[in-house]
């Protein structure tokens, strides 16, 4: 059974057993407009919580992606490379960034859920 | 900070098109649509045709017997040379050579019309008034709003409304009619593309808009768009890429400076212009164009392709999507301004292989006599 949760930062993260896959939201992507490159991490490398682990860049700008969780990246999304829009066709899906092993899976309790995020998202518009 | 935002006669109609907004310049404009992207409106302009909302532009009138004469007291351009129907681009220079603001400049037959920037519009017209007094009346045409209509199809689409564009040439101006009101329409743009600038009255801006979108081949485009097409054209922004401290010549617009009025030497600075039109300058724009697809942006560093020392610095750089690669403005030491050099770009704190590459980066289509 997988499990998804939300970010201030607006980031998701699904955790299945010991995997966490991450990414940006739908409202991140739509804040952004075009993506047209991902600056991702490399398999092996270790997130901290909070800290930068991405870059993406929109026709707009260049936008840092903060780590929701701290641990060990096993995969990243290589389509990205070539398919940057994925993370504005895809943005929860085929977009995602990084999998990673989580150090602390109570990290990921206190993030929000789906509810508290659109909730979120409201407050803040 | 709370700012006063103007909007211009077309917001209700953003909002209804589904604009994001954001502030401009001072006014609130549509940066894309509801349904496209920056991108999706880019490419529509460069393949059918496009409109923008550009009435945050300022328009001002001139009239008056010497007119031209009087441009020639805050401009390098020669205006006594330009015909009735023809547009000149130019731009007020100070003391320093620097660039005041980047202008347009047409000529009708019984006045002229100055378009200038939004961010200038204020200045330009206080600017006009105090210094052209002896010369010409000064009037900003508020109750007017500018649109431009761009890209290979734009002709046709207009030709449909207004008839009489479908001969116009690059640069050429006429004053038509537009539901029994004067338009002044001038045959130009800021997107490299074929194309027009509309002035209507403002209560007819909208209706103009809704008939030229009746067309399948016009969509709307905002400020996003227009951005990265200028960008990929090789025009420059003002307060980006050219502003009081940059001048004409450290911008290659050089070409904008009459060849009498270098002659007569009689402009706001013209001892620093004419000095770097004969001896060369410390700085050139150039344009940049990134071998991976990793924008760079403004206030990058340039450097050599060793990588050691500092040449220059990006100006204004986005993602040009009709050439699929990055593609930015800056200035440059001009013992590197030339077509192919090899340089980098530092970009988060790496270095990314870059080219200084020859303007426009993508060819212009305009339509020339």
């Not at chain 2, 097409?229 to 502003?243: F, T």
């Not at chain 2, 039109?277 to 990793?294: E, F, P, Q, R």
């Not at chain 2, 040449?311 to 001009?334: E, K, Q, R």
Request: with cysteine.
């Amino acid at each position: 059974m997988s499990q998804i949760k939300f970010t201030k930062e607006h980031e998701w993260v699904i955790l299945e057993q010991n995997t966490a896959v991450i990414g940006i939201t739908n409202h991140a992507q739509e804040q952004l407009g075009d993506v047209v490159f991902v600056e991702l991490p490399q398999v092996g490398e270790t997130i901290v919580k909070d800290k930068q682990m991405a870059v993406v860049e929109s026709v707009k700008a260049a936008s840092e992606v903060y780590a929701p969780l701290s641990g060990k990246i096993i995969e990243v999304n290589s389509s990205l490379a070539t398919s940057p829009e994925l993370v504005n066709n895809s943005p929860e899906k085929d977009g995602w960034f990084i999998k990673i092993t989580p150090e602390n899976i109570q990290e990921f309790d206190t993030l929000m859920t789906k509810e508290e995020y659109d909730n979120f998202i409201k407050e803040i518009f | 900070m709370i700012e006063d935002l103007r909007r211009t006669p077309l917001y209700d109609f953003h909002i209804e098109n589904g604009a994001k907004i954001v502030p401009f310049a001072g006014f609130e404009m549509p940066l894309q649509y509801a349904g496209a992207g920056i991108i999706a409106e880019h490419k529509h302009t460069r393949e059918k045709a496009s409109l923008f909302d550009v009435a945050h532009m300022g328009i001002i009138k001139l009239e008056g017997e010497e007119v031209a004469k009087g441009l020639e007291t805050i401009t390098p351009g020669d205006f006594l040379s330009l015909a009735v129907g023809k547009q000149k681009y130019s731009f007020f220079t100070n003391e320093n050579g620097g660039i005041i603001d980047d202008i347009m400049v047409a000529n009708y037959p019984n006045f002229f019309i100055v378009v200038v920037n939004a961010a200038s519009r204020n200045n330009d017209l206080l600017l006009m008034q105090q210094k052209l007094a002896n010369y010409a009346k000064v009037t900003e045409l508020d109750d007017y709003a500018l649109l431009a209509l761009q890209g290979p199809m734009a002709r046709k689409a207009l030709a449909k409304i207004i008839p009489d564009v479908s001969d116009m040439t690059f640069m050429q101006v006429r004053e038509s009619q537009f539901m029994n009101n004067p338009a002044l329409i001038s045959c130009s743009g800021y997107t490299g593309e074929d194309g027009f600038e509309i002035a209507v009255p403002n209560y007819l801006v909208e209706t103009l808009a809704r008939k030229l979108l009746e067309n399948p081949d016009v969509k709307m485009a905002g400020l996003g768009a227009r951005d990265t097409l200028r960008l990929e054209a090789g025009l420059p922004l003002h307060g980006n890429d050219i502003d009081a401290f940059t001048t004409p010549v450290e911008a290659q617009l050089t070409w904008a400076i009459g060849k009498r009025r270098q002659i007569e030497g009689n402009f706001p600075g013209k001892e620093i212009i004419l000095a770097q039109i004969a001896n060369g300058t410390d700085l050139l724009m150039v344009g940049i164009k990134v071998d991976s697809k990793i924008p760079v942006r403004s206030h990058a560093v340039i450097k050599d392709e060793t990588g050691d020392e500092e040449i220059g610095m990006i100006t204004s750089g986005t993602f040009g999507a009709t050439i699929n690669a990055p593609v930015a403005l800056g200035y440059i030491d001009p013992a590197f301004a030339t077509d192919g050099i090899n340089v980098k770009v530092v970009v988060h704190g790496n270095l990314l292989d870059a080219k200084v590459v020859n303007l426009p980066f993508v060819p212009h289509n305009y339509v020339r006599k």
